[in-house]
């Protein structure tokens, strides 16, 4: 149960602090612009990852505890128990965001959003759904066979939290304009449940879907390429 009460939390850390960061600061045109959002949501990872590690993991994502699954890393129980805490803390996380937002003079949270996702007229360039599908599916290929990588030996884990921070902070940069960055389907859903405008809730199926299959095709490629027979 710690396990997934730690997943609960840093899922609800990184909601509330990478998505807040782009809805209070007025998004890619705002006081952070894109290096800002995408290190705030980096550096949630680096905070989690070094308090509650040695606990979970720190997945707190869906894609990664797929990923992780289907590397044979975690037991079937673990995996459902995982993505029901990350799902709730995204949710919890978005659900605090929303509050705070509600108390503030920056007005409705319909106009100012929640950090969410979207393509089409959502996205800052325009991306389509073909090129948001191939986003998110490249981006979380990078991400997770990162993780993958940089877990596989004991003797990286005092820099395992500051390279994974740093790559969801790459991908950040590069996603933000296109997609916002989902890389991640409990922080879109949260996010999209409760923004309440017309776009995000029927966009947010393809930050589910494609994170999952981007996690999917690391786990493969990572057991082809990279993974050594004991």
């Known amino acids: 149960m710690k396990k997934y009460v730690a997943e609960f939390i840093g899922t609800a850390v990184l909601t509330l602090f990478g998505c807040g960061s782009a809805a209070i600061s007025g998004g890619i045109d705002g006081t952070l612009g894109i290096l800002g959002i995408a290190m705030a949501f980096g550096l949630s990872i680096v905070a989690m990852a070094y308090v509650i590690g040695d606990v979970s993991g720190c997945h707190i994502n869906p894609a990664v505890s797929l990923g992780v699954f289907l590397n044979k890393g975690m037991s079937a129980k673990d995996f459902a128990g995982y993505l029901v805490a990350q799902f709730l803390g995204g949710a919890a996380g ?13 007005g409705p949270v319909s106009e100012v959003g929640l950090g969410q996702n979207g393509f089409a007229e959502a996205s800052y360039v325009g991306l389509g759904i073909t090129g948001a599908i191939v986003v998110e599916i490249v981006l979380t290929f990078v991400f997770v066979f990162t993780i993958l990588g940089v877990t596989a030996k004991a003797e990286n884990g005092r820099v395992a939290g500051l390279v994974i921070g740093l790559t969801l902070t790459f991908v950040h940069i590069l996603g933000i304009p296109l997609t916002g960055t989902s890389v991640n389907p409990a922080r879109s859903l949260g996010p999209a449940l409760l923004v309440g405008n017309g776009t995000a809730l029927p966009q947010v199926w393809v930050f589910i879907v494609a994170p999952l299959v981007g996690a999917a095709v690391a786990a493969v490629v990572y057991q082809l390429v990279c993974k050594t027979e004991e």
Not at 95 to 103: A, H, V
């Open 94 to 106: 978005a659900g605090i965001l929303y509050g705070i937002i509600s108390c503030t003079g920056l």
